[in-house]
């Protein structure tokens, strides 16, 4: 089963700010947190991932909260080809575990 | 750099008949992951690979269902006998595990039709 809990669903004006919550509670110390998304048909898309700074890179930011169960992905100026599955994602190691995502939908 | 690469994108089949899945990881990586997705079960990790070594199956379904990889530039999953239950998106992707940064990279998946 996954270890993180995410909304099953989103909506998001086009232009402003997407914020896609991730509960993960419990989170171990040497466990990371990824963010992957998934457009319809394609094959899953990395994001970003942080452990317990937060991140930012090109396409997003991840806030992590300081006790670590919970985190926030952040798109800055949503579009409408952000529109997919979001996946948050708890690990140490290579065996990810994915959840039924967030799926996040951009509207004009 | 071209992404993982897998063939063919679509396979239609017959119960019954044998099924050969095929990727081919991003160069200089160490890691390869197959993984299945349908609309019941989500996204599954089957099995995966670091330096061509099977390291985890134990997502892989029953003896159906092999796996190998015989060098780092081409992985196979077959799949003997298929069944209609197998009919999914089967997708490959590849990582260089290095400590502390495990993203994998997808490629675009099969879509298998068992009939």
């Known amino acids: 089963d996954a270890k993180t809990t995410q909304p099953t669903s989103m909506d998001c004006a086009e232009g402003r700010a997407a914020n896609l919550p991730c509960n993960h509670s419990t989170i171990s110390g040497n466990e990371y947190v990824y963010w992957y998304r998934q457009i319809h048909s394609q094959g899953p898309q990395y994001i970003i991932h942080g452990l317990k700074n937060n991140e930012t890179n090109e396409m997003a930011s991840l806030i992590i909260t300081e006790d670590r169960k919970s985190s926030t992905l952040i798109l800055p100026h949503a579009t409408l080809r952000d529109t997919a599955v979001y996946y948050c994602i708890a690990n140490y190691g290579q065996n990810f575990v994915f959840g039924p995502g967030t799926r996040l939908s951009v509207l004009p | 750099d071209a992404g993982v690469i897998q063939s063919p994108r679509h396979e239609v089949t017959e119960m019954g008949q044998e099924v050969t899945l095929r990727c081919k990881p991003i160069s200089g990586h160490n890691s390869l992951f197959w993984y299945r997705q349908t609309m019941m079960r989500g996204l599954e990790l089957l099995i995966y690979?670091?330096?061509?070594?099977?390291?985890?199956d134990s997502g892989m379904p029953e003896d159906r269902f092999s796996a190998k990889m015989p060098n780092a530039s081409f992985s196979t999953l077959k799949i003997q006998p298929s069944e209609p239950r197998d009919s999914a998106v089967y997708f490959c992707?590849?990582?260089?595990?290095?400590?502390?940064?495990?993203?994998?990279?997808f490629g675009p998946g099969t879509r298998l039709t068992v009939t």
């Open positions: 690979f670091n330096n061509n070594v099977p390291i985890d």
């Open positions: 992707a590849s990582s260089l595990e290095t400590p502390g940064s495990y993203e994998q990279y």
